[in-house]
């Protein structure tokens, strides 16, 4: 649990850091987006590795020494004195621990008997939910008081008796013997997630297809998946097994914990700049915000503890349609929103994400096999962190693409021409009369053309939650699920 929460901590924990890593490292905007970029390209790449490690080294081994090259890769981060040696860390430091998250549930399952997996799936995933919220939380509160170095150095002192607890009472098992790498299906899998994410990613500065750079990564990530598929198909031990995909509850689980992530991440990505930049708000309060989701995703977790014991098609639509309601509640926001809304919002939000997260897990791994369970769940959370990822780049290019083609559309109307505009009461308090007076009005207007743009993203958000819903009917019941 503790391992996970820490791993989960660090992934969004350099969101809140950028502007200051930037102006460290003299970096321009899109050198220290490679900061997060490569960090989490590399989780997901060697996340669905999990599988092979546990059955050449042991499950024990891999836990605790992926934990402790965590650990150490977060304290190089922190102690980095260029961009480039920053984000070589950052590389190894998801790299390394990316095993930790699938491992840790694949322990607690193993560790409780079936009738309380609710209850530990619950707990777990509190670890996984709130770790995201407290590092950005506790991450910038730390930055403003000292500097964004200790952000990363408050994560090695618990990681290390992390890793300790592990290697004192942690059961030793033997490996499974399977040693043998697919390297065809890893090295494909592998360069078709990291050309789609480095497009997602550059597409929106580069003018997407415009650009040759976008067009080749396309094209490669395409090639690449289409020998990745054909190769797992035809081989006889392939790097992931897709003929799990033929159990219905778990093909079905991994497309609803691809939208799960899509939405667990996105608003704390997308919300903290809305309201430092454009809104006006202070670290301080943006802080309160992101822990109000906390609070609201402890409270979910809790009452999943009960609704785990129902059908969990109940929870899924419960939980998909309260992430609905928060969305056309965010989709009617403007940039008078007070923190009370904004607080209640992301409380709701995460109630919305600990109710779905029980239900969706016990309905995924409800009839896979204990041995397929590493490798399941590995491919589980793989699915997770590209839905974020990919969602995170999209609602961020529509952004950028909206604010830039509101602005163009509003500036046209500021002209002595414009007879509305001489109006005394039209134009109130701004003026045309002066060169700061434009500029007053110029930075009004790429405030509101920013809006556009974020309602925009939780217009995607709001439309991800409701397409949800149909694939939850498709999910096998409780007693099915049992007997299947």
Not at 103 to 132: E, N
Not at 255 to 279: K, R, W
Request: net charge neutral.
């Amino acid at each position: 649990m503790l391992g996970s929460t820490l791993y989960a901590t660090t992934l969004l924990i350099a969101s809140t850091l950028l502007p200051q890593m930037q102006g460290a490292m003299s970096a321009t905007q899109d050198e220290i987006a490679w900061v997060m970029t490569f960090n989490i390209l590399t989780t997901a790449v060697v996340t669905p590795m999990t599988g092979w490690m546990v059955a050449r080294f042991g499950r024990r081994n891999v836990m605790v020494w992926s934990l402790f090259a965590f650990s150490v890769m977060t304290l190089l981060c922190g102690a980095a004195e260029s961009l480039e040696m920053l984000v070589l860390w950052r590389i190894l430091q998801g790299g390394l621990g990316a095993p930790v998250i699938p491992l840790s549930q694949t322990i607690l399952l193993d560790s409780f008997p079936k009738r309380q997996a609710g209850m530990v799936t619950s707990i777990f995933g509190m670890a996984v939910v709130i770790g995201p919220v407290i590092g950005p939380t506790v991450g910038s509160l730390l930055s403003e008081l000292y500097s964004w170095r200790w952000a990363f150095y408050m994560v090695v002192p618990v990681g290390l008796a992390c890793f300790i607890g592990l290697r004192l009472t942690l059961p030793k098992d033997a490996p499974t013997g399977r040693t043998a790498l697919d390297w065809t299906g890893f090295l494909s899998l592998s360069l078709a997630i990291a050309c789609v994410q480095l497009m997602l990613s550059r597409g929106q500065r580069l003018d997407w297809f415009e650009s040759e750079e976008v067009v080749v990564e396309a094209l490669v990530a395409a090639l690449a998946f289409y020998v990745f598929i054909a190769h797992s198909l035809t081989s006889q031990a392939p790097f992931l097994n897709l003929r799990l995909l033929l159990d219905r509850n778990y093909a079905l689980g991994l497309v609803l914990v691809a939208i799960y992530g899509m939405l667990n991440f996105t608003p704390m990505v997308l919300l903290p700049p809305l309201l430092q930049q454009h809104a006006g708000f202070p670290d301080s309060i943006i802080g309160e915000v992101i822990a109000a989701r906390g609070v609201g995703a402890s409270i979910g977790f809790f009452l999943a503890i009960f609704i785990g014991k129902v059908d969990p098609r109940i929870g899924l639509i419960g939980g998909f349609g309260v992430q609905v309601l928060s969305g056309l509640w965010l989709m009617s926001l403007d940039l008078n929103v007070d923190v009370a809304t904004l607080m209640a919002n992301s409380m709701l939000q995460g109630i919305a994400v600990g109710v779905i997260w029980v239900p969706l897990t016990l309905a995924t791994f409800a009839t896979i096999e204990a041995r397929y369970l590493a490798e399941g769940t590995a491919v589980y959370h793989l699915l997770r962190n590209i839905g974020s990822s990919f969602f995170i780049s999209l609602c961020v290019a529509e952004i950028v693409r909206a604010t830039g083609t509101n602005y163009g559309r509003m500036v046209e109307m500021v002209s002595p021409f414009n007879e509305a505009l001489s109006l005394p009461w039209v134009m109130g308090g701004w003026t045309m009369d002066s060169t700061a007076g434009l500029a007053r009005i110029a930075k009004e207007i790429n405030r509101q053309a920013a809006m556009i743009g974020y309602l925009n993203a939780f217009g995607l958000y709001t439309l991800a939650s409701a397409l949800a819903v149909p694939a939850i009917l498709f999910v096998a019941g409780k007693a099915r699920a049992r007997n299947a």
